[in-house]
């Protein structure tokens, strides 16, 4: 594996094609993204054309993980809160590509997430994931703390349902 780099990502068409791909591959792979599979390529694109324009305008932080010239990997940092939530911010969309997954990648997407969120000030992370095949491990492995399990919550790529898990975590100055 090469040198993995984090950063910001823009609407260019390069991006665009590579983060739709990845929604679609994600997907197909059974992960719970709000998504159901199959996913067809126009409506991934759509996804994150509406997801990089909130990004411009500041509403959110979408996170690429680059292996030379492959996007292996992104995560969004959702800071449109209401306005009695100004300290908080979301992650949401973790996604590592299925050849990436156990090398590090969506650890590396959350650490530099929780910069970014600390950042702006933020001191609250909160998350879910499925509670089945979801990524629980990895973000106690991280140090979320666990708030508790909405039964039934949404429907799995492939059909059926599953439980989300709730996950909360102080950061930056609060974490102190």
């Not at 997430?113 to 950042?119: G, I, K, V």
Request: with cysteine.
């Amino acid at each position: 594996m090469n040198v993995i780099e984090i950063g910001p990502l823009t609407a260019s068409r390069e991006t665009l094609a590579q983060l739709t791909d990845l929604l679609v591959e994600t997907v197909a792979a059974g992960g719970s993204v709000s998504f159901m599979h199959p996913l067809a390529l126009d409506v991934a694109s759509a996804f994150w054309e509406t997801s990089l324009a909130a990004a411009a305008r500041g509403q959110r932080m979408v996170l690429g993980a680059w292996d030379g010239g492959a996007l292996v990997g992104t995560v969004t940092l959702l800071l449109d809160c209401p306005p009695n939530q100004p300290h908080r911010a979301e992650i949401a969309k973790l996604m590592t590509s299925v050849g990436q997954r156990g090398r590090g990648v969506g650890t590396r997407l959350m650490r530099a997430a929780e910069r970014l969120a600390a950042e702006k000030g933020r001191t609250l992370l909160v998350l879910d994931t499925a509670s089945e095949e979801g990524a629980s491990g990895l973000y106690e492995k991280l140090g979320f703390t666990l708030a508790g399990e909405v039964p039934d919550y949404a429907l799995k790529p492939h059909g059926g349902l599953t439980g989300t898990l709730i996950y909360w975590k102080r950061i930056g100055t609060a974490s102190r």
